[in-house]
């Protein structure tokens, strides 16, 4: 399981460098509108502390962290909508993501030209989602056509869905991202069929001066957006020097240490980002231990034991018979198995067992030839 997440913005805010720096990767990152037209993809792993920890207790032959998937979209702009710039086709691709990364320009660097000639984080978002909202509004008044027919013939399901839809348009028309929490779970399933654009997850990533990673409050762009998003949604904000991150993403890691240091910088902005959008969507971890390798493996919340085991194999999910776990800050703290059993920390759990962020397991199994 991985996740995948849509770098979007307008042109010019850091989108193609900042998925460079991401997955070490060398697509173009020009000063002119619609360097992207094809999106880019980058694979790039998920940091762990636990898993680093893990790995450092018996030293196995192989360390494997989970995955997230990174897709560098065009810039969106104005219209795009109904055409303009590179239009529909980018939206498309934005429906073909889980979880979007909206970066937002908060620097002021006259050698870096701005679409709309001035630098305004609000009116750049409100461009970008009204574009968003648009698209969704148009998708949604198609799909209440097709429902409404049935549901004029009595069909039950058809009226409920149809009562949906007028909701959604309701909210869309207004100008507002639908709030998915105004819906039950069932409803909730069926608005996921839609994939729209404006229930996907979000964070927003703010390109900071390099002069403001330690000193956020003299940043007035990244300050009065900040109050605005806090206003509108409950999104979250990561504020980022785009240009820092990339020169980190090139040193050695003696070298980083310093630089990083140097800076006061505590974590790297890129790794708050990628374990961020790693969570947006309720992914949680559970570890493998053992000589050969040790290995994080990525789950919805919710999912059960059997269920998991399947993600590592259908076999044993099919002949799960239980589950042996450890919580990795335990094994971590305790340093050994063993003493983790002899402090009484190891659990038997069953197949209706909820995994939880962190189990480290051991699944037991018999397929019958």
């Keep these: 399981m991985g ?30 509108p619609f360097a992207t037209i094809e999106p880019n993809i980058g694979v790039v792993k998920v940091p762990d502390e636990r898993l680093t920890a893990l790995a450092n207790l018996i030293n196995p032959k192989k360390v494997t962290n989970t995955i997230c998937t990174y897709v560098d979209i065009a810039g969106l702009v104005k219209g795009a909508s ?13 429906r073909e993501v889980d979880a979007i990364v909206h970066v937002v320009r908060c620097f002021g660097d006259k050698n870096i030209t701005h679409y709309y000639e001035t630098v305004d984080p609000v009116r750049d978002v409100e461009i970008i989602n009204m574009e968003l ?60 069929s839609y994939n729209l654009l404006t229930t996907k997850p979000l964070i927003y990533v703010c390109n900071i001066d390099e002069d ?11 300050t009065t ?35 990083m240091a ?46 998991c085991a399947g993600t590592i194999h259908t076999d044993i999910q099919r002949g799960f018979i239980r589950a042996e776990i450890m ?14 059993k002899d402090s009484g920390k190891l659990r038997v759990e069953g197949k209706d067992y909820k995994m939880q962020d962190g189990d480290v397991v051991y699944f037991r199994f018999n397929v019958s030839k």
């Excluded at 109904?82 to 498309?92: M, R």
């Excluded at 109050?227 to 409950?234: D, N, P, R, V």
């Excluded at 971890?285 to 789950?299: C, I, L, N, Q, R």
């Design 133 to 192: 909202i648009i698209s969704d509004i148009e998708s949604m008044e198609k799909r209440n056509i097709k429902v409404s027919s049935k549901a004029r013939s009595g069909d039950k399901e058809a009226i409920a869905e149809e009562a949906i839809c007028k909701q959604l348009l309701t909210t869309l028309k207004s100008n507002n991202f639908p709030n998915l929490s105004n819906f039950d779970l069932k409803e909730r399933l069926i608005i996921k």
């Design 82 to 94: 109904k055409g303009e710039g590179l239009g529909n086709k980018f939206l498309a691709n934005i």
């Design 212 to 222: 403001h990673i330690n000193d956020l409050d003299k940043n007035t762009h990244y």
């Design 327 to 340: 919580n990795a800050t335990d094994l971590i703290s305790l340093k050994s198995e063993q003493a983790v």
């Design 262 to 307: 140097d800076m006061n910088i505590k974590e790297t902005g890129l790794n708050k980002l990628i374990k961020s959008t790693y969570e947006l969507l309720g992914i949680k971890t559970f570890f493998t231990f053992g000589a050969d390798e040790v290995k994080a493996w990525s789950f919805t919340f919710g999912m059960t034991a059997p269920e």
């Design 225 to 259: 957006f900040k109050a605005y998003i806090q206003k509108q949604s409950k999104a979250s904000i990561l504020p980022i020097s785009i240009n820092i991150e990339n020169e980190i993403s090139k040193l050695n890691d003696n070298d980083k240490i310093q630089f």
């Design 3 to 32: 996740l995948s997440a849509g770098i979007v913005g307008l042109p010019n805010v850091g989108k193609s460098t900042l998925f460079n720096t991401i997955t070490n990767s060398n697509v173009e990152a020009a000063n002119y």
